[in-house]
């Protein structure tokens, strides 16, 4: 996992709970990184899901609200990290549908080792699109924050319904209609 | 924030930027590595290239050799074929003067028609293959569009002479007379077009037109025109009218002859010429050629075209007899007698032509050898055994009789010379001359001397005035000092002295244009003009003094030529 999600990540708590929270996480003993990250670096997706859980005991939030949530923030850090994405596109649904074939294939061009999730995307009506999401790391509720941070951006109100596929939420499908 | 939490942060923080330097140093060397690995994929790529250009320059090589190869080919047979082709049909033309019966008399005809027929096929075969071997060059010099013309329009209106048809030309007085081109080109194109049109028409015209079309800088487009009455070509026909070995039907073959080659010859050789060519026909109303071609303006326009004619005055050669029953031909001679002041009788027979010689006394008499009553060499026996003012006065024949045994029957006849119809006017002015010993008139200074296509002759005469010493000195003075010039030129250039190399250029501007290169003064002025600059393009400068060593040596045996032929010339 790109190193840049961790930082946003610990930065979000600093902010939000402070930095008590913020070196209690990263001090949890069996952190992969020593609680040590850099944006450039990548490191294991379990740290993320100790992160995550860490603040979850200590905050009563559950891991899904806490996920959903810190989706929905890192979305506008990337609007502002990659504004060569966001450029000449001005909805929600088109960047949505271009995801996989644009943005994760230039991620994949700069990092060749990335581990990404796979979005296979149907649209479905003109303001209507589908996107099931495939990964092992069962991250859906990080995705759907996203999701909600693009619909922040756009300015556009998006209604999304998801429905597991897979019981462990390694495929789930997201039904988004622009209203 | 204790102590003890605000170190654990510290040293996060800086294992972070550890790691970070760390990552970006491995990136760095990675950028490295990368680079290099393009860097040799480079070169090797331009090794590729380097190679497979070298082999394309084989190829082209090879390719160049083989087209050499077909084209001494074909120059070989050219020949090879045509010297026994010759030989056959000479031995013919000698048979004919031997004893023979009608039936041999019969089967040599057979012979000779079809070693023609063989000679032109193998002709047009070869002409072709040429053609597509790109073998035939085409070579621009100035000719005469006009005389051209109606140098064909004679050819022809003489082979027509048994049909009732007219040949005629029109000239659009708008086009130069004498223009920039290939004129043994367009002389077989137009033979083509109007020998095809004079094989289908039995009765009409055929109509040979140039109209101007448009002026371009160097020169004009002409549309060439060959209309003709003929019986014409359906509309599917003329779609491969141009293929080789294509003739409408069989049948045409059988009845006309021909290779079925001529047009395809001609329509390459119009595009040799950058030109175009299209047909347009209706059966049983005509067919009409017409071909757009571009001819260059000739670049010595200003200077006369001399000929022969020019320089001879036949003025007081006396009274001419013309002996000469086709009335065309009587117009055309007389006109000509005319136009050179020659007084002169006619007679419309042979018969007529003795009656006249006992009369009156001719300087010199032009027989035709066809005639009714009396024919050519009757009448010039008759005329050299009696007694008569005229006994020993040259005949000249005139007859479309091209072979030797009928040239030698002229002669046998007591005829002094033989001049082949068609003819041109300068033919006969010469044969005319040549009898009456009339010598070509001393011309004067500025019409005959001629310069070097090299220099620009309007210039010279407009500058020099005509005034030949004048020039000779000035081209003495040129190549006297020309060669101190190209010394401190070349050390100039050398030691980087700009200014020298400015004010050297300066002096060399004018002198260029004393010997007739004032085109060529740009050379010097761009010279000039760099060598000032503060900082001047040394590449312009290399390149300016090396159109000039080119233009001095290219030069300076031409002026050499010229000094001498000037020198000649004035004694």
């Not at chain 2, 035709?368 to 050299?384: F, K, S, V, W, Y």
């Not at chain 2, 005829?415 to 040549?434: G, N, Q, R, Y």
């Not at chain 2, 070349?490 to 260029?512: D, M, R, T, Y």
Request: glycine share 4%; aromatic share 8%; with cysteine.
């Amino acid at each position: 996992m790109k190193g840049v999600v961790f930082t946003e990540f610990v930065e979000m708590v600093e902010k939000k709970f402070g930095h008590d929270v913020a070196d209690k996480l990263l001090s949890i003993p069996d952190l992969e990184s020593n609680g040590v990250f850099t944006a450039i670096g990548t490191y294991s997706h379990h740290d993320m899901f100790k992160l995550v859980a860490g603040l979850s005991e200590l905050t009563k939030i559950s891991v899904q609200d806490l996920f959903r949530a810190y989706g929905k923030t890192i979305f506008l850090t990337f609007t502002r990290m990659f504004p060569v994405f966001f450029k000449e596109v001005d909805d929600s649904l088109v960047f949505l549908e271009a995801l996989e074939n644009r943005i994760h294939a230039e991620v994949k061009k700069l990092n060749p080792d990335a581990e990404l999730p796979t979005f296979k995307t149907t649209r479905l009506s003109d303001n209507k699109l589908q996107m099931i999401y495939i990964s092992e790391r069962r991250m859906s509720d990080f995705a759907l924050g996203l999701m909600e941070g693009c619909s922040d951006y756009f300015n556009q109100n998006l209604e999304i319904q998801r429905h597991n596929l897979k019981s462990d939420g390694s495929e789930v499908k997201f039904e988004i209609t622009r209203n | 924030m204790n102590k003890a939490q605000f170190e654990r942060i510290l040293a996060r923080e800086r294992a972070a930027r550890k790691e970070a330097e760390r990552i970006m140093e491995d990136k760095s060397v990675e950028l490295y590595e990368v680079n290099v690995k393009l860097q040799s994929f480079n070169t090797s790529l331009e090794e590729k290239i380097h190679k497979r250009t070298q082999k394309m320059r084989n190829a082209m090589a090879e390719a160049e050799s083989a087209k050499n190869a077909e084209r001494d080919f074909l120059a070989k047979m050219s020949h090879e074929i045509r010297t026994p082709m010759n030989a056959v049909i000479g031995m013919t033309h000698l048979m004919f003067d031997t004893q023979l019966d009608s039936n041999q008399k019969e089967l040599i005809n057979s012979i000779h028609y079809s070693a023609n027929l063989l000679k032109s096929l193998i002709s047009d075969i070869l002409d072709l293959s040429k053609i597509e071997a790109g073998a035939v060059e085409f070579e621009e010099r100035d000719y005469n569009l006009k005389e051209l013309l109606i140098a064909i329009q004679k050819t022809f209106s003489f082979n027509l002479k048994n049909k009732p048809v007219e040949v005629e030309i029109e000239f659009d007085d708008r086009l130069p007379k004498i223009v920039r081109g290939d004129d043994v080109i367009m002389n077989q194109i137009l033979m083509n077009l109007v020998g095809n049109s004079a094989k289908f028409t039995e009765e009409g015209f055929i109509k040979i037109s140039a109209s101007l079309v448009s002026n371009y800088e160097q020169g004009s487009l002409v549309e060439l025109q060959v209309r003709d009455t003929g019986m014409g070509i359906d509309e599917v026909s003329q779609t491969h009218i141009f293929d080789s070995f294509n003739q409408v039907d069989r049948d045409i073959n059988l009845k006309y002859g021909g290779t079925g080659l001529g047009l395809a010859i001609t329509k390459h050789l119009v595009e040799l010429s950058k030109g175009q060519i299209h047909v347009k026909s209706d059966l049983g109303v005509g067919t009409t050629f017409t071909i757009t071609i571009p001819l260059n303006n000739s670049n010595s326009q200003h200077k006369k075209i001399l000929d022969y004619s020019d320089k001879v005055d036949l003025s007081n050669a006396g009274k001419v007899l013309l002996v000469e029953d086709n009335l065309l031909n009587q117009k055309y001679v007389g006109q000509l007698l005319d136009k050179w002041g020659l007084a002169w009788d006619l007679a419309e027979n042979g018969a007529i032509a003795v009656e006249r010689c006992n009369e009156t006394t001719y300087s010199i008499i032009l027989m035709d050898i066809q005639m009714p009553e009396m024919n050519g060499h009757e009448a010039t026996t008759l005329i050299r055994s009696n007694q008569n003012s005229n006994a020993n006065v040259p005949i000249i024949a005139l007859s479309a009789f091209a072979f030797e045994h009928e040239v030698s029957k002229s002669i046998n006849a007591g005829m002094s010379d033989h001049l082949t119809k068609p003819f041109a006017p300068v033919d006969l002015k010469k044969k005319i001359a040549e009898h009456l010993c009339i010598l070509p008139v001393q011309a004067s200074v500025e019409e005959v001397f001629t310069h070097h296509e090299m220099l620009d002759a309007s210039y010279l005469e407009s500058f020099y005035e005509g005034d030949l010493q004048c020039m000779l000195e000035m081209f003495e003075v040129f190549l006297n000092s020309i060669s101190s010039y190209n010394e401190n030129f070349g050390s100039a250039i050398e030691a980087e002295n700009w200014n020298e190399v400015s004010a050297i250029a300066h002096k060399l501007k004018p002198i260029f244009a004393m010997v007739g290169l004032h085109h060529k003064q740009v050379i010097m002025i761009s010279l000039e003009k760099e060598g000032k600059l503060d900082s001047p393009d040394l590449v312009k400068i290399k390149q300016g003094y090396q159109e000039f060593e080119d233009l001095v040596e290219e030069l300076l045996p031409v002026l050499k030529e010229e000094v001498i032929r000037i020198k000649t010339f004035l004694k």
